[in-house]
């Protein structure tokens, strides 16, 4: 973990209420994908918890959805605002499980880190498909994006308006053979990946934070191997150790 | 050069600055983003007799200057504590620990403190009668002088080390539960623990956490604690921890002039986790811009 002062460089608006903001500073602390980041707001308490969606030397990409006050001021800033930063925060997705041929699946705001994830697994020589799930047309974001990168993207929407008609379970049937499961989205979905799909798995999970990392154990939950924090032992727990 | 040196019942402080219970884990975490030797103790996160998974989440909710919490003593047990948490800290870390300890009846506070004074490691306990979040202990010890005075005895009876009773500010008369501790033989006080609150989610109509009440901490605290700290320094000749809102140097010294000997900080950690090394650092420059040479000096001095 690290704290930093980060400038905001653009901030743009990708769907009605899902908007991207690029930061410049020291991204040193981040070390793996599926990452986050925990920002602090003038007027605000609590810092906000959110991931990683790309990373370049000293350059910051995050896409965040409007929920609440601090989502809401960070979506009226227009560039060259200095943010304090904790960066580094949580284990993240880890390269190594993926195997040859790994399965990205996202759901709405659970997308963006599977793409700095991508970024990584393709320069290590894997081939990922991903799977992008949301709930209608307007909604989607990013598709265009992860085509970019050349790998196979299935976009799912529950009303059927592009791609697949439905959930990203009904993206799965689409892909062959895969070795290993990304996924982020919310817990409902996360529920319905782990029953659909019959690899090992690295699933993120979202909680209310205090800190966001290890110290309040505000965000903890029950696993297999014991009770973990979402914000430091997560928020990637692994299939095997989950219980719902 | 000025001297932030305090003593607690014979515990020497290199300064009076302290991470409270539950916001600085078991302290060693910390060591790896500052070098926590800067802090003069610290308060381990409250343990009881058995390991707590404590109250279902969401446990947080955010208020203006502060947060509620309903963690509901989540710890890995005293055992645990003992043989695993207290070693790695001090593995790291040279000052005064400070074991806080809770219970569900007056025998498991009588057992973790006789635990607890076989430790050299440690050389203050904390007794907190004061959780708000979970049911049939905590705070129901530390509402009416009487329980409180019965807990006070019972761990004194099983330990030599210095025992702090830590307060909470939801009761009418926190005056005459500090003294009833004070009869009972408490070496000092610790006030106050947060105080109850509730936040309601208008999206989904019902509280935010799912306890639904639990403790308000944070910079919004401060006044209340400082009004407690001097009231009850008032009335006790025991040592007093001043605990609430605390987030800079300007607050330690405003704490000690309302009677406080040291100082722990709360909330803060969890948004800034460099608060205590900060106030730590700032606090002989403010000591100065306020010609303040012994920090000893100040101690209850408001009220003169």
């Known amino acids: 973990m690290k704290q930093g002062y980060f400038t905001v460089l653009t901030n743009e608006k990708l769907t009605s209420n899902v908007y991207k903001m690029t930061l410049a500073g020291d991204t040193k602390a981040i070390e793996r994908p599926g990452q986050f980041v925990n920002i602090q707001i003038d007027g605000l308490f609590l810092r906000r918890p959110i991931s990683v969606c790309d990373l370049e030397d000293g350059k910051l990409t995050i896409i965040y959805k409007v929920v609440g006050k601090g989502t809401e001021k960070m979506s009226a800033m227009d560039g060259g605002e200095i943010l304090d930063i904790l960066t580094g925060l949580g284990n993240g997705y880890f390269t190594d499980f993926a195997g040859d041929k790994p399965l990205l699946i996202g759901g709405g705001v659970g997308v963006p880190p599977l793409y700095y994830l991508a970024k990584c697994l393709l320069k290590e020589g894997k081939t990922p498909t991903v799977i992008l799930g949301f709930n209608t047309a307007s909604e989607i974001f990013y598709k265009d994006e992860f085509e970019d990168l050349g790998i196979k993207t299935i976009v799912c929407t529950a009303d059927g308006s592009v791609g697949v008609k439905g959930f990203v379970t009904d993206g799965v049937d689409q892909v062959g053979e895969y070795t290993h499961v990304y996924t982020c989205g919310p817990e409902p979905m996360l529920k319905a990946v782990y029953n659909k799909t019959t690899s090992d798995g690295s699933y993120s999970f979202e909680e209310r934070m205090g800190c966001g990392f290890g110290a309040c154990m505000g965000c903890s939950c029950k696993t297999k191997y014991g009770n973990k924090r979402i914000c430091k032992d997560g928020p990637v727990l692994q299939k095997e150790e989950i219980i719902w | ?304």
Do not use: W
Not at chain 2, 50 to 69: K, V, Y
Not at chain 2, 271 to 288: H, S, T
């Open chain 2, 1 to 304: 050069m000025v001297n932030t040196r305090v003593n607690l019942c014979g515990v020497e402080l290199k300064n009076p600055v302290v991470p409270a219970s539950g916001t600085f884990g078991f302290g060693y975490e910390f060591n790896d983003i500052y070098d926590i030797n800067v802090l003069g103790g610290i308060s381990i996160k409250g343990t009881t007799k058995d390991a707590r998974f404590g109250n279902p989440t969401p446990r947080i909710a955010e208020c203006t200057s502060g947060l509620i919490n309903s963690i509901g003593l989540q710890n890995p047990g005293i055992e645990k504590v003992i043989n695993e948490e207290i070693p790695k800290l001090r593995s790291v870390y040279n000052n005064v620990i400070i074991s806080n300890i809770s219970g569900f009846s007056i025998d498991e506070y009588k057992y973790c403190c006789e635990k607890i004074n076989a430790v050299k490691d440690v050389d203050i306990i904390e007794v907190n009668i004061s959780c708000p979040n979970v049911h049939n202990g905590g705070m129901s010890f530390g509402t009416s002088p009487e329980n409180a005075q019965a807990v006070t005895k019972a761990v004194k009876s099983v330990t030599d080390k210095p025992v702090f009773i830590k307060l909470t500010p939801n009761v009418t008369d926190i005056v005459s539960i500090a003294k009833a501790c004070e009869e009972g033989g408490a070496d000092g006080i610790s006030l106050i623990n947060t105080s109850q609150g509730l936040r309601i989610d208008l999206n989904k109509r019902r509280p935010v956490i799912a306890n639904k009440i639990g403790g308000f901490s944070g910079r919004a605290i401060f006044p209340i604690a400082l009004k407690m700290v001097y009231q009850v320094y008032e009335a006790v000749k025991i040592p007093i921890i001043g605990i609430g809102g605390v987030a800079t140097a300007e607050d330690v010294i405003e704490m000690m002039m309302a009677g406080a000997t040291a100082v722990q900080v709360g909330a803060e950690n969890l948004v800034n986790p460099y608060a205590c090394r900060d106030i730590v650092n700032n606090l002989p420059r403010v000591m100065q811009k306020y010609k303040i040479n012994d920090l000893n000096e100040i101690i209850g001095e408001a009220h003169k």
